[in-house]
Nanobody, 118 residues
Framework: QVQLVETGGGLVQAGGSLRLSCTAS????????MSWFRQAPGKEREFVAV???????NYDASVKGRFTISGDNAKNAVYLEMNSLKPEDTAVYYC????????????WGQGTQVTVSS
């Protein structure tokens, strides 16, 4: 079992940066595949980025080159560094965890709001 808490959201102008944090209590996050998802108003939740137990990362095409996902096992945290933000990045951002390599996500945080003004 793991509990996830996201922080770091806020209001930023287009072109700005934010760093989201996802901290965990319970089992160490290095046992989990960790992802960031986001959901904009009126839209379905969508995948943003993933970091596997191996450390391998992958990104949705819409954020590749602008966002970076990373993990810190000592702090039991996963981060999402977001640069060159656009108004279309506005959403509630969620982190999620699964102990599998390909299965569905078992644990979710409560989300943190990111708003990018034009």
């Amino acid at each position: 079992q793991v509990q996830l808490v996201e922080t770091g959201g806020g209001l930023v102008q287009a072109g700005g940066s934010l760093r989201l944090s996802c901290t965990a209590s319970g089992r160490g996050l290095n046992f989990y595949r960790m992802s960031w998802f986001r959901q904009a108003p009126g839209k379905e939740r969508e995948f943003v980025a993933v970091i596997a137990q191996s450390g391998r990362t992958n990104y949705d095409a819409s954020v590749k080159g602008r966002f970076t996902i990373s993990g810190d096992n000592a702090k039991n945290a996963v981060y999402l560094e977001m640069n060159s933000l656009k108004p279309e990045d506005t959403a509630v951002y969620y982190c999620a965890a699964t102990p599998t390599s390909t299965g569905p996500y078992d644990f979710w945080g409560q989300g943190t709001q990111v708003t990018v003004s034009s």
